[in-house]
């Protein structure tokens, strides 16, 4: 085994996406990201990127963020 990382728990992960709509899923896929490591970045896309991505999106970027503020991520 290399020691790239051999305390993982200072590790910081990095998560990104158009999580539209934030679901029970995403919020068990951050959860389990802050298991990994140290510290957790969640990454929101912004409306341009899911407008190019799902012509119709759900969510607009500050919906999207308060979902997150309020969920305690």
Known sequence: MNNFNI??????IVLSGGF???HKG???MFREASNLGHQV??????DEWLTRKKVNHLCNLKKEKKSLKDSNM
């Open 7 to 12: 305390d993982w728990r200072k590790s910081v």
């Open 20 to 22: 539209d709509p934030i």
């Open 26 to 28: 995403h919020l068990r």
């Open 41 to 46: 970045i969640i990454g929101l896309n912004s």
